[in-house]
Structure formats: C-alpha cells, structure tokens
C-alpha cells in the first residue's frame, strides 16, 4: 500500500466504524492495529501524525493527555476526503 492508500484505509474505516465523530473517539494506536495490516502500522501511526497537522485533512485530534485520541471532523468532509483522493467511500455514505 502506499501512503495515500493507508491514509484512505483509516478514513474510510473510521466512517464505517460509527462513525467516529462527535463524541465517539478512537486511540491511534486502535486505529492502526485495527484498520491496518500489521507490516503497514508503523507508517500509518506516522500518517496520522502528518494528517493531524494538514488543515485538509477530515481527521482531528480530540481530547488531551497522552492517549492521543483522534476523530473525524464530520462525515461529509471525510467522503469529499475519500472522493478527492481515488479512496472508496463506504456505502451509504455517497
């Protein structure tokens, strides 16, 4: 996989999974070890780091202290994520 494969992996995943907005948050380390193989997770927790960081990005970090909770912005900015960068969007959802 390459680096926007996994970034679209974790989107799409934290769409499907709730989806994750609002309230409800993941840790990233659950993200990675659940949405991700494991030879591709140490790069995945490095591209959380760098979505975190890119205004772009419909991932948000949420809540402080060290367990490094993330989240989506909201679901729409997640699917026009999803759209703009060849990802699939779950169903339901387009």
């Given amino acids: 996989m390459d680096d926007q494969q996994i970034r679209n992996r974790i989107v799409e995943k934290m769409i499907r999974d709730g989806p994750i907005t609002g ?26 780091d760098e ?8 991932i948000e970090g949420y809540g402080g202290g060290g367990r490094q909770n ?19 969007v779950p169903f339901g959802y387009d």
């Fill in 70 to 88: 993330i989240r989506l912005e909201g679901v729409p900015k997640a699917v026009e994520y999803l759209k703009a960068n060849d990802g699939n």
């Fill in 23 to 48: 309230g409800n948050k993941t840790t990233i380390d659950t993200a990675v070890n659940k949405y991700l193989p494991s030879h591709e997770q140490g790069r995945g927790k490095t591209l959380i």
């Fill in 51 to 58: 979505m975190l960081a890119d205004p772009d990005s419909p």
